[in-house]
């Protein structure tokens, strides 16, 4: 009876009670920490009245039994801490592993049951955890986008740091200096382009963080032409810069063709222009008087205007050609009987010019195509064929079927020739190997510039080759039908 009343404790409630009240009450660690050391001043007091002897027990006694009490509370206080310190510890633990996770990866913060401020700190990381989670997918989703956009540009890209090593150069970069396979971060920028105007440009955009953009020719990239622009890189901690390649080595290439062709235009109006106007004040000064000269006047007039109907004929066929309109729809031709209308078309100026024409092998197959179209390009290879050979020269086509479904036309002469450095550019408008004699036999400069655009536009190819004074070889390749 001694022993329930003593393990009773103010307010009426047993030990057992008292804990679970503590344990329903603690609201932090603080509150938990403060609520366990009154409980152990509560075990340490109702020890004492258990364990404390009767009334005549002596000093040594007491004082012995409160210190077997307070060791024992003490062994308890440090078996409990140990036991809280353990758990908090883990709980500490699984917060740092996922704290940790969110650099790596989604990360998972763990939940716990009690309602303490680890809790209400693991509850707090959760939602900052689910929010970085969002943040990372963004940036790795613009990250995505950038590098696919950067990769798949036509234009090439470089990125590099302040002591000019590269940390960005995408295919179109690596290609245009023959770079093989993918160009590695912190490659200097030395070692792939040696071009010391470029590496000028990036140490000056560098240094005055200013933008500069310039037309270069870069050592090292096939002779292409580039404009670059380069600029600092905002925000960059590295102070790097970027520099984009516009490749407008084929921009350059129709600049000059234009320029030409506006020249060659101009010239090739001008001169039979002024030969009817000179011819014609001639006349008008009095030479219609001169029963001499007035009709050799007059058939020098109509010999220009020929040539002036010829080149303006032939310019709007080029400019239909090159229109971008849709063609006629195409139909089936027979090649044989195309080849032969060419050829008639040309035997006068053949037989006048002492060319023999002649048949090598001519399988008739069928193409695809315009015939009028098709047969103006065969009269204009004929034509040069005749007009620029040699008297007792000749001229012969053949005709067969080619590899994948392809068929062959060869058209030859023993003329004479065309220079091997001329050849890249006599489908060009205007272009004459030798203008002199052109102008001569009354050539207009855009025949095979037609040819060209005629074959193409038929899904076919044409090619040349030649050998000065000894005749030259046309080769168009067509789809058969």
């Known amino acids: 009876?001694?022993?329930?009343?003593?393990?009773?404790?103010?307010?009426?409630?047993?030990?057992?009670?008292?804990?679970?009240?503590?344990?329903?009450?603690?609201?932090?660690?603080?509150?938990?920490?403060?609520?366990?050391?009154?409980?152990?001043?509560?075990?340490?007091?109702?020890?004492?009245?258990?364990?404390?002897?009767?009334?005549?027990?002596?000093?040594?006694?007491?004082?012995?039994?409160?210190?077997?009490?307070?060791?024992?509370?003490?062994?308890?206080?440090?078996?409990?801490?140990?036991?809280f310190s353990r758990q908090l510890a883990r709980r500490i633990a699984q917060l740092r592993v996922s704290v940790e996770g969110m650099v790596s990866g989604p990360a998972h913060i763990p939940r716990f049951q009690s309602h303490d401020e680890l809790a209400a700190l693991a509850e707090s990381l959760g939602r900052v955890a689910e929010q970085v989670n969002e943040l990372v997918d963004k940036v790795r989703l613009e990250g995505a986008r950038r590098d696919a956009i950067l990769t798949g540009m036509v234009e090439g890209v470089l990125a590099v740091d302040q002591e000019l090593r590269v940390t960005f150069c995408n295919a179109s970069f690596a290609g245009a200096f023959g770079a093989q396979g993918p160009v590695p971060a912190g490659l200097p920028v030395l070692r792939l382009v040696r071009d010391p105007d470029f590496l000028e440009m990036l140490q000056t955009v560098v240094a005055a963080g200013e933008s500069l953009k310039r037309r270069m020719h870069l050592t090292g990239a096939d002779g292409r032409s580039f404009e670059v622009q380069a600029a600092p890189l905002a925000g960059s901690p590295s102070h790097g810069a970027m520099a984009i390649l516009h490749d407008i080595t084929d921009l350059e290439r129709l600049e000059r063709v234009r320029k030409d062709f506006v020249a060659n235009v101009s010239h090739e109006l001008r001169t039979p222009l002024t030969a009817i106007r000179g011819y014609a004040e001639t006349l008008l000064d009095g030479a219609l008087d001169d029963p001499d000269n007035r009709r050799r006047f007059v058939e020098i007039i109509q010999s220009h205007a020929i040539r002036l109907?010829?080149?303006?004929?032939?310019?709007?066929?080029?400019?239909?050609?090159?229109?971008?309109?849709?063609?006629?729809?195409?139909?089936?031709?027979?090649?044989?009987?195309?080849?032969?209308?060419?050829?008639?078309?040309?035997?006068?100026?053949?037989?006048?010019?002492?060319?023999?024409?002649?048949?090598?092998?001519?399988?008739?197959?069928?193409?695809?195509?315009?015939?009028?179209?098709?047969?103006?390009?065969?009269?204009?290879?004929?034509?040069?064929?005749?007009?620029?050979?040699?008297?007792?020269?000749?001229?012969?086509?053949?005709?067969?079927?080619?590899?994948?479904?392809?068929?062959?036309?060869?058209?030859?002469?023993?003329?004479?020739?065309?220079?091997?450095?001329?050849?890249?550019?006599?489908?060009?408008?205007?272009?004459?190997?030798?203008?002199?004699?052109?102008?001569?036999?009354?050539?207009?400069?855009?025949?095979?510039?037609?040819?060209?655009?005629?074959?193409?536009?038929?899904?076919?190819?044409?090619?040349?080759?030649?050998?000065?004074?000894?005749?030259?070889?046309?080769?168009?390749?067509?789809?058969?039908?």
């Open 309 to 481: 109907n010829n080149i303006a004929s032939d310019l709007l066929t080029l400019s239909e050609l090159e229109s971008g309109r849709p063609p006629v729809e195409p139909g089936k031709l027979s090649l044989l009987g195309t080849l032969e209308a060419a050829m008639r078309t040309v035997e006068s100026e053949a037989e006048m010019r002492q060319v023999r024409l002649a048949w090598g092998t001519v399988e008739d197959v069928q193409v695809m195509g315009n015939k009028i179209r098709l047969e103006q390009a065969f009269v204009n290879l004929l034509d040069n064929a005749v007009k620029f050979n040699r008297a007792g020269g000749e001229v012969w086509v053949e005709a067969g079927s080619a590899p994948g479904g392809k068929v062959r036309i060869t058209i030859a002469d023993t003329g004479i020739g065309i220079p091997s450095e001329e050849l890249p550019r006599i489908f060009e408008r205007f272009y004459r190997v030798d203008k002199a004699r052109s102008r001569e036999v009354g050539g207009t400069g855009l025949g095979l510039s037609i040819v060209k655009h005629v074959i193409e536009q038929m899904q076919g190819t044409v090619a040349v080759e030649s050998q000065l004074s000894k005749g030259s070889k046309f080769h168009v390749v067509l789809p058969q039908a």
């Open 1 to 83: 009876m001694r022993a329930a009343q003593n393990c009773s404790v103010p307010g009426g409630l047993d030990l057992l009670r008292l804990y679970g009240f503590i344990c329903r009450m603690r609201r932090s660690l603080l509150q938990t920490l403060l609520w366990s050391a009154l409980l152990l001043a509560g075990i340490e007091l109702a020890l004492l009245e258990i364990s404390l002897p009767g009334p005549g027990a002596t000093p040594e006694e007491m004082r012995w039994r409160v210190a077997e009490v307070t060791l024992a509370v003490a062994l308890l206080a440090v078996g409990g801490a140990f036991l």
